[in-house]
């Protein structure tokens, strides 16, 4: 390689994620927490006190749904990017099979990873599952716009899925947010966009060797 970029201490770096997969991503994780706030406070009346960052309670009923829809456009950008990173592979299934050296950081007995390992890749669908319930279900209880074209019925359900998608998606981001500062660089990764050479051959090293082939060649 003409040119490495390298750390503080002399280690040369690999780069990870792009500025532009870099911005994408906080994005939908900055909607992702207002969205979380707001729609807590409006769930249930202990929470209510969460209006506040949203600047009240008519603000929050208003500014809920577009900033929905901006995470939804935001993370279907990210889901573009990244699908042909999360495709489900012999290695992965080997990789759920082996749970307990998952867990018990032995990953010189795992099968080769590649840019994400299984549990990462199951996020992923998870994830776009509940965005998509979320804007349909979204769509169908937006007071101000969409819901006098539905039947009681159907918005009392859309309620109900709304919710459970919600859930659903605040689960995953803890797991998310859990599993990145278990592996240690994760969000570094994420914050800076390199990853040192040891760091990705050790967690990611499928990756790491494309990676280095291709700058090679």
Not at 49 to 69: A, E, K, S, V
Not at 139 to 167: G, T
Request: aromatic share 14%.
């Amino acid at each position: 390689m003409s040119h490495v970029n390298r750390d503080k201490d002399g280690n040369p770096l690999i780069e990870r994620y792009t500025p532009n997969e870099r911005s994408n991503h906080w994005i939908t994780a900055i909607c992702f927490i207002l969205l979380a706030v707001s729609g807590l406070a409006m769930f249930h009346p202990a929470m209510s006190w969460m209006y506040m960052f949203l600047g009240g309670g008519q603000w929050t009923r208003i500014l809920h749904p577009f900033i929905g829809l901006v995470m939804f456009v935001s993370f279907a950008i990210l889901v573009l990017r990244f699908w042909h990173h999360n495709h489900i592979d012999a290695a992965d299934k080997q990789w759920m099979r082996q749970i307990g050296d998952v867990l018990n950081n032995r990953e010189d007995k795992l099968p080769k990873i590649g840019m994400y390992n299984a549990g990462q890749k199951i996020l992923f669908f998870v994830l776009i599952a509940c965005m998509c319930g979320l804007l349909l279900s979204g769509i169908v209880i937006w007071r101000a716009y969409f819901a006098f074209y539905f039947p009681i019925p159907l918005i009392r359900a859309a309620a109900l899925l709304h919710a459970v998608c919600a859930f659903g998606i605040i689960c995953s981001i803890i797991v998310h947010i859990y599993a990145a500062l278990w592996v240690k660089g994760s969000i570094g990764a994420m914050v800076r966009g390199t990853v040192t050479y040891g760091w990705a051959r050790k967690h990611h090293p499928r990756w790491f060797e494309a990676v280095i082939k291709k700058s090679r060649d």
